[in-house]
């Protein structure tokens, strides 16, 4: 059976003085390499030039906080449970007195880690989160020299207040009406007066 | 007397800064071009478009930590490099580099040193050069380093003798002078020999890239086979004198191709340009235009000889012999009796 049309009869007839010193081949051989010196080379010079990323890319995570700068997250787990490589870990706390402006609502993760050797960067924790809190963004996640310092806790995940990380990005229109459907109170502060309003589907 | 010394000082130290530098520049050269052809950029990194890689290059192989094996002799051990760079360097001494000066009455050769049997000097150096792969790889005391030895030797003494062969071809024609400079001045105001010598340009261009030990011809080091070959045991900046000695190698041996074959420091319609100039013989700027040109031979060499190597595979051991001694050893003859009866007919050999 033939698979291929690219079978070669295999010969063992004495080669000829030209193929003997080499010379044509060689010649061929050159004029091959020599092509290749006019082709533009596909490098990019990575640190000085970035390929571009998709707007929504799916890399290192963050955490929002508010416009007034308290943190998102209650830590209810939705994520961890959402996290197909198990890679989401964290501890609740309770919102002391005073603390409304670091915290937005009552409970809040008091430690927060998510394991970047385990992650697989699928966004299911972003799409389970019905606080907005997490996101993940098109930054890159660094590389490290230890195991141990892939695991990002709150000092790298939360996002700073000088430095805010914009998501809007990641609000692509379909999201955006995914948001408006009745009963998903997404953004909506917790309130005994609206807690029966909402209509649940 | 002080003039004299002063100006062979000159000479002297001009070439070696020469060599160096050009040897320097053709790694980093090498590595450019190898990158083109293969469609990659190349070193970029230190200083514009890597123009200090050379310099980067040589730092580290300073600061590398240097290992002699205690099993080693430690005399020829330091000695095997010592004497490949020497060698390398020496040849340059009869390369006639440009037009002689004229300054103040006083005419001055832009050569090291001009003897009368510059093309068998040139032989003889290029042979001591296999000494010191040799007494590197031997005492080294390792296997893979006598291999790369042994076979820099065997390959260096076959590659020879059609390069001897050619070389004589080559004096019968160019008016039988074996002074570089009188080669050189012959292809003055006629042909540049290569139009009389073509066969014999190609086995010497052959023989040349096997003396140099360049790729197909680089069985002597051969990392896949042989680890580094004769340099296996070498670190830091032996090893690194071995590498630069190479390249040094390369562009005295195209020195002496382009002025052998190519006319040297002259150029076709050189006379016209420099009276359209209104040059007098022994000015300066000829000497410099004649220096620029036979400059621009020598990288054309030194590319050739890149884009051989990034090219070619490396032949098979075998495969070197058979076309040292059966394909060029047989060719070379027949280019010295083509020339015989060549030379016969245009008179310049008379029975």
């Given at each position: 059976?033939?698979?291929?049309?690219?079978?070669?009869?295999?010969?063992?007839?004495?080669?000829?003085?030209?193929?003997?010193?080499?010379?044509?081949?060689?010649?061929?051989?050159?004029?091959?390499?020599?092509?290749?010196?006019?082709?533009?080379?596909?490098?990019?010079?990575?640190?000085?030039?970035?390929?571009?990323?998709?707007?929504v890319y799916r890399g290192q995570h963050v955490l929002k906080r508010d416009d007034a700068g308290a943190e998102r997250?209650?830590?209810?787990?939705?994520?961890?449970?959402?996290?197909?490589?198990?890679?989401?870990?964290?501890?609740?706390g309770e919102r002391k007195k005073g603390e409304e402006h670091l915290y937005?609502?009552?409970?809040?993760?008091?430690?927060?880690?998510?394991?970047?050797?385990?992650?697989?960067?699928?966004?299911?924790?972003?799409?389970?989160?019905?606080?907005?809190?997490?996101?993940?963004t098109d930054r890159l996640v660094d590389t490290e020299f230890e195991r141990n310092d892939?695991?990002?806790?709150?000092?790298?995940?939360?996002?700073?207040?000088?430095?805010?990380?914009?998501?809007?990005?990641?609000?692509?229109?379909?999201?955006?009406?995914?948001?408006?459907?009745?009963?998903?109170?997404?953004?909506?502060?917790?309130?005994?007066?609206?807690?029966?309003?909402?209509?649940?589907? | 007397m002080t003039a004299f010394i002063i100006y062979k000082a000159i000479m002297c130290g001009g070439v070696f800064l020469l060599c160096l530098a050009a040897a320097a520049y053709a790694t980093l050269w090498e590595r450019k071009f190898a990158a083109f052809l293969q469609d990659r950029k190349g070193p970029s990194?230190?200083?514009?478009?890597?123009?200090?890689?050379?310099?980067?290059?040589?730092?580290?192989?300073?600061m590398k930590e240097e290992i002699i094996p205690n099993v080693s002799n430690r005399s020829l051990f330091i000695l095997g490099p010592s004497l490949f760079m020497i060698t390398a360097v020496i040849t340059s001494s009869v390369v006639p580099w440009a037009k002689p000066v004229m300054i103040d009455g006083q005419v001055y050769d832009m050569q090291i040193t001009?003897?009368?049997?510059?093309?068998?000097?040139?032989?003889?150096?290029?042979?001591?050069?296999?000494?010191?792969?040799?007494?590197?790889?031997?005492?080294?005391?390792?296997?893979?380093?006598?291999?790369?030895?042994?076979?820099?030797?065997?390959?260096?003494i076959s590659y020879e003798i059609p390069m001897g062969i050619a070389l004589i071809a080559l004096i019968i024609s160019s008016g039988g002078s074996l002074s570089l400079k009188e080669i050189v001045e012959g292809q003055d105001a006629g042909f540049a020999n290569i139009v009389w010598q073509p066969l014999g340009f190609l086995i010497f261009f052959i023989c040349a890239l096997a003396e140099t030990n360049r790729a197909p011809f680089d069985l002597p080091e051969c990392e896949t086979e042989l680890v580094g070959g004769y340099h296996t045991e070498y670190s830091s900046m032996k090893l690194g004198l071995f590498l630069f000695a190479e390249y040094i190698n390369m562009f005295i041996s195209s020195a002496v191709m382009a002025t052998l074959y190519f006319g040297?420091?002259?150029?076709?319609?050189?006379?016209?340009?420099?009276?359209?100039?209104?040059?007098?013989?022994?000015?300066?700027?000829?000497?410099?235009?004649?220096?620029?040109?036979?400059?621009?031979?020598?990288?054309?060499?030194?590319c050739l000889f890149m884009w051989i190597r990034w090219t070619l595979p490396r032949f098979r051991y075998?495969?070197?012999?058979?076309?040292?001694?059966?394909?060029?050893?047989?060719?070379?003859?027949?280019?010295?009796?083509?020339?015989?009866?060549?030379?016969?007919?245009?008179?310049?050999i008379k029975f």
């Open positions: 059976m033939q698979l291929t049309n690219r079978k070669k009869e295999v010969s063992f007839k004495e080669q000829s003085f030209a193929e003997r010193i080499y010379l044509p081949a060689i010649l061929k051989g050159m004029v091959i390499t020599a092509s290749h010196l006019f082709k533009k080379s596909p490098t990019i010079n990575y640190p000085d030039v970035k390929r571009p990323i998709a707007p997250c209650t830590s209810c787990g939705m994520c961890a449970v959402a996290c197909p490589a198990e890679a989401i870990t964290m501890t609740s937005r609502e009552e409970k809040y993760a008091a430690t927060y880690e998510i394991n970047m050797l385990r992650c697989i960067f699928c966004g299911l924790c972003e799409e389970a989160c019905p606080k907005e809190a997490i996101f993940l892939f695991v990002y806790g709150k000092d790298k995940l939360v996002e700073k207040m000088n430095e805010r990380i914009d998501v809007t990005k990641r609000q692509t229109s379909a999201v955006l009406e995914f948001k408006k459907t009745l009963g998903l109170k997404h953004n909506e502060l917790f309130d005994a007066q609206k807690l029966n309003k909402g209509k649940h589907h | 990194r230190a200083g514009w478009g890597g123009i200090l890689q050379p310099v980067a290059d040589g730092v580290k192989m300073f001009d003897i009368n049997i510059g093309v068998i000097y040139l032989l003889g150096v290029a042979s001591i050069g296999v000494y010191g792969i040799m007494i590197g790889g031997w005492s080294s005391n390792n296997k893979f380093a006598l291999l790369g030895a042994v076979r820099a030797s065997s390959q260096m040297g420091y002259n150029f076709p319609f050189a006379h016209e340009l420099y009276e359209k100039l209104g040059l007098a013989d022994g000015s300066v700027w000829i000497s410099i235009i004649g220096f620029g040109a036979l400059m621009t031979k020598i990288f054309g060499f030194i075998d495969q070197l012999m058979n076309l040292g001694w059966k394909s060029l050893l047989p060719l070379s003859l027949l280019n010295l009796a083509i020339t015989v009866v060549v030379e016969y007919f245009r008179g310049n």
